[in-house]
């Protein structure tokens, strides 16, 4: 049961959002923590026994861990290196020990073979939020909680299965403040208007513009230059719109329920620089990294090297985090050069964002300056680059994406492309071709909605983003007319749903 389905919206959220109210309302604290924590269960067992399992496993073991510190200070770092040693056991098992296996069969010749292991949902996420908790511990950084609030941070699910990565201060703070459990109209209005917007990104341009992308990566071979580059702008696109149309939802869930989730996407296409870009893109696995990763390792503290080494491992982590294989490896080892490279401060952008934060390797300031708009079109262009690692099969076909938009060829494969784009909306124009015996038409049809959800797609993108228009928006009979029709429209399109691409993360 995602957010995205007719369960989620009819049946769950209405049942959620009136038992939480009325609990509240009544000042029965305990039993709305408890009811609250009992549809968290309940929504992630829809994904499967098994993995609340594994979650409730995770989130006591770290608990007991947390609790030994009480017993006992003088254990701390024993038990911060068994707890994360232990989080990050349990990932490796369930995430990387098929990869790490494959990878020894090949170097040994040896056949190894294990019994499947089915990857929890989310299993990223809860794994990096418990390592945050049991580590802060041991460092003497927060209190031991309650099990009851542990639990309802660790199972909290807006913030489960897809981030952001939320730190246990910051959602156990606002689970003590009974003032937030205040039934708000406001907020209720601007969290479904969230979670509106976040469903029609989803519904009406991820999952269209995903079509043609499964499509395009999977016939790799038989793809021409220019099919390349509409396949990879619109992969840029149905990523984006996929992730941050997840995270406006499960912002929306939150606020209808009181709570504000940290930010995790401010418009990251708007970056000027691939530094800039990880400021803005999947914000909190980038704090998790720098918190509890870049700045043990030394930071910036240990001299100029040591820097750009600390920057490309956090980069080559992120990209095993995303996924276990070398295409994620890849990904995240050239965004981290990119990162390097702007770090050193031989080429930088007029007026970046946060420039006066900036610090250069090499330089005071940057040796040659760009305007902000080629600043722009440079980051993005590279990382629709970097995406052709991250959406290939493996490394085979990423290198064959790369031969075929490097050496131009054009033998007509993207309308064949434009063939899968078959779109419920373009259901009349296709039956008056037909009927005109101009099947041939079809896919000049698809072709050019194709283009136009790649247009919208980026107008979204360059606009102001979800969190921005919910803050600054006023209902009128207009904007709730529009919201409205945005709704009705997106839920018809729930016929047609399809899992969140980070659910695999």
Known sequence: MGFNSFTFILIFLPILLFGWNVLNKYEKYRWADLFLLFMSLYFYQTFGMEFMLVLGASAMCNYLLSAVIDINKKSANIVKVI???????????????????????????????????????????????????????????????????????????????????????????????????????????????????????????????AMAVNYGFHYTYYLDTLTVIFVMLAYAFEIYLDFSGYCDMANGVSLMLGFELPMNFNSPYKAASSKELWQRWHMTLSRFFIKYVYIPLGGSRKGKLRTMINVLIVFVLSGLWHGAGWTYVCWGLMQGLLVVWDNLGITGVKETVGSKKNRYLLREKPLIEVPRPIGNAITFIMFVISLVFFGSQNLEYAFEMFRRFTFWTYPGFLYKTAENFKISENYIFRQLFTQLGRDNMNNIVYLVTFVILLVISAIVMTRKNTAEIVKETNFDKKTIAGLTVLFIWSFISLSNVSTFIYFQF
Do not use: C, W
């Not at 989080?87 to 499947?116: C, H, P, Q, R, W």
């Not at 990223?124 to 542990?150: C, H, M, P, W």
């Not at 937030?180 to 029609?200: E, H, N, T, V």
């Open 83 to 209: 707890g994360v040693l232990f989080n990050l056991g349990l990932l490796f098992y369930f995430k990387y020990l098929g990869f790490f296996l494959d990878n020894v069969s090949a170097l040994t010749g040896a056949t190894i073979t294990i019994k499947e292991i089915i990857m929890p949902i989310g299993i990223s996420f809860f794994t990096f939020g418990q390592i945050s908790f049991i580590v802060d511990r041991a460092n003497g950084k927060t209190e031991n909680y309650s099990l009851l609030r542990y639990l309802m941070y660790s199972f909290y699910f807006p913030k489960l299965i897809q981030g952001p990565i939320a730190f246990h201060k910051e959602m156990i703070d606002q689970f003590d403040d009974t003032s937030l459990r205040r039934y708000d109209a406001d907020k209720m209005a601007r969290g479904l208007m969230s979670f509106i917007i976040g469903l029609s990104k989803k519904v009406l341009l991820a999952d269209n513009l």
